[in-house]
Structure formats: structure tokens, C-alpha cells
């Protein structure tokens, strides 16, 4: 007997009460909403501006130090190939639930040498427990954001933005929260950003699934209603943190405040079921029975006929020559032999392509430097005679031009290429200008001036991750995406490391010991070694800056050799891969099988 696909066959059945929460809970969009979630408290990484001064001031450590931590922060948080390979091999649940205990394991860690609650580590033990724990973002992103963008490969450029803009305003969401929660207790923010996104991943682990990829007609609206609440959010944040500035907020008012944040990030769930009832209504009307299907009047000699004209065919026909085994070709012969861009290169094809190698050296300008920018906020903030309270507002607003910089990148360079064929490459080259004029307005400080480089950095490093993510699966495919978009940014560390480590690192405490010197004291005589003054990171965000107008100059480089891949369609292929299943399922192949 023939039956249909479970969503039709159930139209024909009565429906049971918790059908449609099942539907809900088991579809596509709640993967989205579960993604968003877990997104929300994926950046904690961002948060290091925070808590950094706590670790310097209980360790000891002087700002080269710190910024080692910084940099092995950055290294696990971008070095994302084992997450990758792992989700090549496992189901998304593995992946998740692995994200999750790396996450606890290296904050707890921290929080508990930091605290004193265990003996003080040497600094190689708190370099690996601050990689472990940002170690575990790559897991968050390869199980929740690779799915989604597997899920929805037309709107990925939509959905790219919406994910990563979720995990730039993470920083700002869990700051508030661990207000609302600890007061202004910055080690037990280290705590909080332990055992929340690890609690997270847990509860929605079997909701995050690869799901058959079928556009909507309202696919593009749906997402736009995503957004304008993301916005929401990202607002009533921003106010927050002008009002928070002007009046001194007690418990209360951070708890009513965490929580009206709770309700933004859960107002996607009414979009969800919205989605879902239309889908259930449209399902409704039952199907025409198939059990017992009204006979049809049967033309029997014009069958026998066909029957006879078909066996006559097939006995005229000689056997079919057997086919010849297909060349061999070599490992490396292969390599070479690059298919066209936007068809599924394999993992080494792409990483030694010259388009990888480009987008190599423009992530490691771009965002090394601004990487480098926001784990020194703190310290810049200081030296300039900030408060610690101005320096978490610095945080907070890097963190919501963090998330309006990716859904600039995912919205806007998404309509601009459709209507104009806009080059994402483009967008990525005036994205790095832009953080130049950022990287100035620190190198050389004036009144009110870190508030603005704040919202430049902020915006200009959240652009860049979307855009990197989005060249690489428009280039290379998506059949090996989970791995490539890992592998494309390993240049961000690298670039911290260089920058912020033995650049802006060092030079800081050649200044403080500078500033020493001149009050008669050694090293010895401090516990914290402190630069105050604009002359702390002069030097090395005019380095910076120059490196950043390199990377912006390279990225042109990609844009000419993908000029005529972004005039056609690039997504022509994904409509194509649709018409065929429908084709397919037409015909009798697919949805429809046999009991």
C-alpha cells in the first residue's frame, strides 16, 4: 500500500492534543529559536575587558601577561578545525554537549583561581583554562549556526547575521544578568559566564538538528520580524546603558531590567509558534483517501499494446557495453583541479586556494587588530582616568555595535547583492577602513573620544565574522562548511597574538616602567604594574591602524578576482537542487513510499 509523507498522512488522522506542540518544538523555526538562545550566551569572550583587571590584580600579572591570557582567550575562541571535524563525524548533540563541558570547565577554573579557592596556577595553567572555556564558542557555532545555515541555505546571509549579532550583544545580555544577579561583583561574573551558556546547550540539545531544507514563500518576512526584535533588544540595552550612566541603578532596578531582556529573548518563540500554526492549518484539510481509490475506466487493449510495443523495444536492444572504470587521479592532481567557485570544494582544495590565502591575511589584519582593541578596553579606559563603571559601559557598547555591525552584515550586504550584486569582498574592504578611524581615535585620545572608537570597533568587528563566513560558503560550498569556516579564521589569533601580545602588550609596560622610573621605583616595588596617560597605547594603535589599512588593500585583491562570480546568481544552484526534488516527488521518488 501507498502512503504519504507524515505531515500530509497526519491531516487525515484526527488530531491529538499535544500534536501541535510536538510540531512546534520538532520544526525548523524552533531550531532557529533555540539557536538564538544559545547564540545569546555563546560571547563570553567578549566579556574579558570586564573581568580582566580582576585577574591582574589577584594573580599579579603585568599587562604582557594579561595579554597572553588575552590571546590564548582569542586562540580557542577562533581555532575552531577540532569542533569542525568532530561535527563531520557526530550528530549535533555531541557537538553541543561537548561545547557545553569545555565551557564550565575552563571558567570554573578561573573563577576558582581567581577567588582563591585553589592555589594560584602558573600562568600556562590559566592560559589553557581561558582556551578551553572560549574553545567552547566554536562548538556553540559549528552545532547551532552551521545547522541553521544548513537548514536555511537561501536566507543564509539573513541568518548569519541574525546568529552572530545574537552572540555580539551576548556580552551585553550577561553583563546585565550578572547585575541583576551579583551586584557589581566582577569574579562572579566569571561564575555566571561558566554555568549559563553551558546550561543553555544542555536544555535545548535535541532541538538542534539538520532539517530538509524547503523555502517558504514568508521566509525573507519571518526572518525581517526576527530582526526588528533583535533591535529591540539591542536598544533597550543601549538606553540602559546611557540611564545606568546618568542614575546609580540598585538590585531592583538591574533585576527589572535583566528581566524585561529575558522577554525580548523569548518574544521570538510567539513567531515560532505562529510559523508553525500557519503550517498545521495549511495541513489541515485531509487528503483525497488513497485506501480505497475510485476505479478508473481502463483502456486494456490500448495497454496491451503499450506492454507489447514495450517488450519488443527491450528485446531489440543489445546489452549495454559495460562501463569503464573511471580514471584514477592522484591526491594532489585533485587538489589542483579546483572546481568553480561556488561549487562544494573539498577541505584542501579550498585552503590552498589563493581566494583562502586573501581572506587569510584580511582576517588576521582586521580582525587581530580588533580583537587586540576590545581585550584592552579595560586597561585603555584606565589610563585614560576612566571609572570601572565607564569601562563596563565601554564593554557594553563594543557588545551592541558588535551585533548591529553582523546584522549590517547579514541584512544589508544580503539586499545589497541581491538587487545590485554588490560584492561581499567589497563590503569586508570598507568594513577595515572604517575600523581605521576607530584605531586612531585611541591612538590619539580626545574628551568623549573612547566612546566613539568603542561603537566604531564594535560595529566594524561584528561585521567582519559575517561577511568571512558568508565569502567562505558562497566560495567554497557548504558540504564542507562546519570545517572551512573554522579553518578561515585561524588568522584572528594569529594576529592577536602578534598585535595585541607583542605589540600593544608590551609596549604598555615599557611605558609603565617608564612611568616608574620616574618616581624612583623598580618593578619589585608594585604588585600591578599600571601605565596612566595617552601615551600607554599611542605607539601601538598607530601600528595598528596601519595594519588594518593594509588588510583593507589586500581584501581588493579578492574583490577583482570574484568580480564576475558576484555578477551571476549564486544561489542559482540551491533552486535548481529544489526543482528537482520537486521533480522527483512528482514523479513517484519521493516523499511517497511503499509500505
Excluded at 502512503?3 to 491531516?11: C, E, G, K, L, M
Excluded at 577554573?109 to 566554536?138: E, F
Excluded at 535583566?258 to 485531509?286: D, G, H, M, Q, Y
Amino acid at each position: 500500500m501507498v502512503s504519504q509523507s507524515p505531515t500530509s498522512s497526519d491531516a487525515s488522522h484526527p488530531r491529538r492534543p499535544l500534536q501541535f506542540p510536538l510540531q512546534v518544538i520538532t520544526g525548523r523555526w524552533f531550531t532557529v529559536f533555540a539557536t538564538f538562545l544559545i547564540m545569546a550566551g555563546a560571547g563570553a569572550t567578549y566579556l574579558f575587558g570586564v573581568y580582566s583587571k580582576q585577574i591582574k590584580s589577584a594573580l599579579g600579572y603585568d599587562q604582557t601577561t594579561l595579554n597572553l591570557m588575552g590571546f590564548f582567550k582569542d586562540l580557542g575562541a577562533n581555532v575552531g578545525v577540532l569542533s569542525g571535524l568532530v561535527a563531520e563525524v557526530t550528530p549535533t548533540w555531541f557537538v553541543l554537549l561537548l561545547g557545553s563541558a569545555l565551557n564550565f570547565t575552563g571558567y570554573f577554573m578561573i573563577w576558582l583561581a581567581v577567588t582563591g579557592r585553589i592555589a594560584k596556577p602558573k600562568v600556562w595553567q590559566m592560559c589553557l583554562y581561558i582556551c578551553v572555556g572560549a574553545n567552547s564558542q566554536n562548538f556553540a557555532n559549528t552545532g547551532a549556526l552551521v545547522t541553521c545555515i544548513q537548514n536555511f541555505p537561501e536566507s543564509r546571509g539573513a541568518m548569519m547575521g541574525l546568529l552572530k549579532g545574537f552572540t555580539g550583544l551576548s556580552g551585553a545580555i550577561l553583563t546585565e544578568i550578572y547585575r541583576a544577579v551579583y551586584a557589581d561583583d566582577a569574579t562572579a561574573l566569571i561564575l555566571l559566564i561558566g554555568w549559563l551558556p553551558a546550561a543553555i546547550s544542555v536544555v535545548f540539545v535535541f532541538t538542534i538538528r539538520r532539517l530538509k531544507a524547503e523555502r517558504q514563500p514568508n521566509e525573507k518576512r519571518v526572518f525581517y520580524h526576527f530582526l526588528y526584535i533583535s533591535i529591540g533588544l539591542a536598544v533597550f540595552i543601549m538606553i540602559m546603558n546611557i540611564v545606568q550612566k546618568k542614575v546609580e541603578f540598585n538590585h531592583t532596578a538591574y533585576t527589572l531590567s535583566a528581566t524585561v531582556i529575558c522577554i525580548f529573548l523569548f518574544l521570538p518563540l510567539l513567531i515560532v509558534i505562529r510559523e508553525e500554526l500557519r503550517l498545521w492549518n495549511a495541513n489541515k484539510s485531509p487528503p483525497i483517501p488513497i485506501e480505497n481509490p475510485q476505479p478508473k475506466p481502463i483502456d486494456e487493449p490500448k495497454i496491451i499494446a503499450e506492454e507489447s510495443n514495450q517488450i519488443t523495444k527491450i528485446q531489440n536492444q543489445s546489452p549495454p557495453a559495460p562501463a569503464a572504470p573511471p580514471p584514477e587521479v592522484a591526491c594532489f592532481s585533485n587538489i589542483c583541479r579546483k572546481p568553480p567557485r561556488g561549487d562544494d570544494y573539498t577541505i584542501l582544495q579550498a585552503l590552498l586556494s589563493i581566494d583562502m590565502f586573501v581572506l587569510f591575511i584580511a582576517t588576521f589584519c582586521g580582525l587581530g587588530t580588533s580583537l587586540t582593541a576590545v581585550d584592552n578596553l579595560g586597561q585603555i579606559g584606565e589610563s585614560l582616568g576612566y571609572p570601572l563603571k565607564t569601562v563596563s559601559s565601554f564593554v557594553s557598547l563594543v557588545s551592541i555595535w558588535n551585533y548591529f555591525g553582523r546584522i549590517f552584515a547579514g541584512f544589508v550586504s544580503e539586499s545589497l547583492l541581491a538587487r545590485y550584486k554588490f560584492p561581499r569582498p567589497l563590503m569586508m574592504t570598507l568594513v577595515l577602513l572604517l575600523s581605521c578611524i576607530g584605531q586612531l581615535l585611541i591612538a590619539f585620545p580626545v574628551p568623549g573620544s573612547v566612546y566613539i572608537a568603542s561603537v566604531i570597533i564594535g560595529f566594524s568587528f561584528g561585521a567582519q565574522l559575517p561577511l568571512l563566513f558568508a565569502i567562505i560558503s558562497e566560495l567554497f560550498g557548504l558540504k564542507y562548511f562546519s570545517t572551512l569556516f573554522n579553518c578561515g579564521q585561524i588568522a584572528s589569533p594569529l594576529g592577536s597574538y602578534i598585535l595585541n601580545v607583542k605589540v600593544a602588550g608590551m609596549l604598555y609596560d615599557i611605558e609603565a616602567l617608564k612611568q616608574l622610573k620616574e618616581k624612583g621605583l623598580d618593578r619589585s616595588a608594585v604588585k600591578e604594574l599600571t601605565c596612566i596617560g595617552k601615551e600607554c597605547y599611542r605607539k601601538s594603535f598607530t601600528i595598528t591602524t596601519i595594519v588594518t589599512f593594509a588588510g583593507a588593500m589586500v581584501s581588493l585583491i579578492l574583490v577583482m578576482r570574484t568580480r564576475e562570480f558576484y555578477k551571476g546568481d549564486i544561489y542559482k544552484k540551491f533552486r535548481e537542487e529544489e526543482v528537482k526534488k520537486e521533480e522527483k516527488i512528482i514523479n513517484g521518488g519521493g516523499e511517497i513510499t511503499a509500505k
